[in-house]
């Protein structure tokens, strides 16, 4: 089992290092940050439903990086919760590198695109005005996300920050990836993390714990 999901992230990798290849990169904001501490902030995703604590995506990208990953994940949030609870969790704790999981609740429960990512590019650009890096994790649902998936390009490209197009990319309907219809098991967090660590890996030269 761990051969195979081993193959599996190491096929991540390569496919996002392809990406980067060939693609022009666009102008990313603090792509050397500032702060201490390396957080991800989001909902369901980010806190890790339907899994143990310790393979959460956070904790599972926290051994990739070598790194201590504050889990600042909260089942439910939408966008304007997520902002609500922005500095607390977030701003006071020195950010450096922060991945964001948000939008899919808002999606769910019938909130606007605009007014979805109005709230998301104002917790970006706040988490950047504390000099940090932004990596956003992208939702792709074709047939009903109402412009959501072009949602999240158009706001990271707004932002400058750092996006992973769709980070439930193929693991989203996979019965052996995920544990309910909506949240991924240990497997498919292991390829978030990957995914979020193969997106960060180009900048991480650049992070700083005090510089």
Known sequence: MFRKLAILIAIVFAFYGLIRLFTPAPEITNPKPRGENLICFGDSLTFGTGA????SYPAQLSRL????????GRPGDTTASALARLEEDV??????????????????TGVGGKAAFGNLKTIIESIQ???????????????????????YRETAE???????????????GREELMSDPI???AKGYAIMA??????????????????
């Not at 990086?65 to 600042?72: F, K, L, Q, S």
């Not at 005005?129 to 949602?151: C, E, K, N, Q």
């Open 91 to 108: 701003l006071a704790h020195s950010p450096s590198i922060v991945f964001i999981t948000l939008g899919g609740n808002d999606l769910r």
């Open 158 to 172: 707004d932002t400058g920050a750092v996006l992973v197009p769709d980070i439930l990319d193929e693991i989203m």
């Open 129 to 151: 005005a504390r000099g940090a890096l932004v990596v956003l994790g992208g939702l792709s649902f074709p047939i009903w996300d109402r412009g959501y998936g072009t949602g």
């Open 194 to 211: 990957a995914r979020f660590f193969a997106a960060v890996e180009p900048y991480l030269h650049g992070s700083s714990s005090g510089d």
């Open 65 to 72: 990086m070598g790194r201590p990953v504050i889990n600042a």
């Open 183 to 185: 949240h991924p098991n």
């Open 52 to 55: 143990p604590p310790e393979l």
